[in-house]
Structures are given as C-alpha cells and as structure tokens.
C-alpha cells in the first residue's frame, strides 16, 4: 500500500497509520516514561492486514521516538518482532535489568 502516513496522536496516546484520504488504518497504543515510549498493543484493520500497514506502521512509529530523543519499550509482540528483524532499530531498545528478551 502506497501513500500511507504515520502521525503521532498524543491526545489518545497512540501513533496512527492513515492511508492517502486519511483513513486511519492501523495503531499503536503507547504510554510515555519518563525518557521512554512504552509500546503495549498495535492493531491493523482486518481490510489492511497482510499489506504492509503493520510494518509501515512500527518503522514510522520508530522513527518518532528515535526523533524524539527516547528509547522504546517494546511490550507489544509485534513491535518486538519488528525490531528483531530490523537491527536498525535495535539501539532503541531499553533493556530492563533482569528481563529476558
């Protein structure tokens, strides 16, 4: 899927993939640290999944929290997955001291 935006909706606490009209096609339901953003869920619709929304999704949610001088917390499996596949984004990380990975 071409033409798709990420923005960052701070009012409900959640980055937003819209498609070329504006339609919000996916989410990223995230919580503010103190110097980090806590990813806990994404959600894709049913009509935009297996075409890339999910990936445009999480690559442009990282690159706002990379902008933005924080780290992430991957709590959601699929921004995890995401990061795993994507070492680019691996320095974003935070590692919690006695978490497992």
């Given at each position: 899927m071409g033409?798709?935006?990420?923005?960052?909706?701070?009012?409900?606490?959640?980055?937003?993939?819209?498609?070329?009209?504006?339609?919000?096609?996916?989410?990223a339901v995230y919580v503010l640290d103190v110097d980090a953003v806590v990813v806990t869920h994404v959600e894709v619709v049913e009509a935009a999944e297996g075409r890339g929304v999910g990936s445009a999704l999480a690559r442009g949610a990282l690159d706002q929290v990379r902008a933005s001088g924080r780290v992430v917390?991957?709590?959601?499996?699929?921004?995890?997955?995401?990061?795993?596949?994507?070492?680019?984004?691996?320095?974003?990380?935070?590692?919690?001291?006695g978490a497992t990975d």
């Open positions: 033409d798709l935006t990420v923005t960052d909706n701070h009012a409900e606490g959640q980055f937003e993939v819209r498609d070329a009209d504006g339609g919000v096609l996916g989410f917390v991957p709590l959601c499996p699929f921004i995890r997955a995401y990061i795993e596949r994507h070492p680019e984004y691996q320095d974003l990380v935070r590692h919690t001291p």
